[in-house]
């Protein structure tokens, strides 16, 4: 299994607070990305890493920032929680050879309240 | 843009049964297609992939044949089992590379 690991693994939070969501690698894999998943429609790319301090916007980034100052972590962060941000997030990762390949993590279940 | 559907789900089937989940896309030129899969509690992980048009997929017994002239990526196994209960999603890769579009996830269920 890819070493990949999300923190927390659960948060409840109210709205109008802002939440970090980490994502930790050990594979030393250059793409790292952030998807939401809510019930009937799948997983939606939020915001994705092609290397440190390099990111770029998914297509559902508004409300979200990230940053990557180091490989192997990958910080989303909500800058003001909203209930419409209640979703289960996912980290992936992938090499830079083989970019169609992706691992995710166990997922981060944030609830605002 | 790029899209995925799949079938709606639950399926419920019982042991040893044939499974078809249903996946069809919207995509310019020669995308990459793939089937993941999630079980309860648990992140993603990829189950088949075809990179290109008449390739087939397969893994774990489940087989998907990437078919350009239906715009399909059918995921077929022969005899599913109580472990194979997930949620499967179906996704698609495009020319542009590293972003990927999902379907909406099918949950399978499968009764002893």
């Known amino acids: 299994d890819a070493g990949i690991t999300q923190s927390p693994r659960h948060k409840v939070t109210e709205t109008g607070t802002p939440v970090t969501l980490r994502c930790h690698q050990t594979?030393?894999?250059?793409?790292m990305y952030w998807y939401r998943q809510d019930p009937g429609h799948g997983l939606r790319l939020i915001h994705y890493s092609y290397g440190v301090k390099d990111t770029d916007k998914g297509e559902v980034s508004d409300g979200y920032s990230v940053s990557r100052s180091k490989t192997e972590d990958f910080l989303l962060t909500l800058e003001s929680a909203t209930s419409s941000q209640t979703s289960v997030y996912f980290c992936?990762?992938?090499?830079?050879?083989?970019?169609?390949?992706?691992?995710f993590g166990p997922g981060t279940r944030l609830t605002v309240t | 843009g790029n899209s995925v559907t799949q079938m709606e789900g639950p399926v419920t089937l019982s042991e040893e049964a044939f499974l078809t989940i249903n996946c069809t896309y919207t995509a310019t030129g020669y995308p990459s297609l793939f089937w993941y899969v999630q079980y309860p509690g648990e992140g993603l992980q990829l189950l088949l992939k075809a990179t290109k048009a008449d390739d087939k997929g397969s893994n774990k017994g489940f087989e998907a044949t990437y078919r350009k002239e239906t715009t399909s990526f059918h995921l077929e196994k022969g005899s599913v089992q109580v472990s194979d209960s997930a949620v499967y999603f179906c996704a698609l890769m495009g020319n542009q590379g590293g972003k990927l579009i999902f379907g909406q996830g099918t949950e399978l269920s499968v009764k002893p």
């Open positions: 992936a990762i992938s090499e830079s050879t083989s970019v169609y390949e992706q691992y």
């Open positions: 594979e030393n894999h250059r793409y």
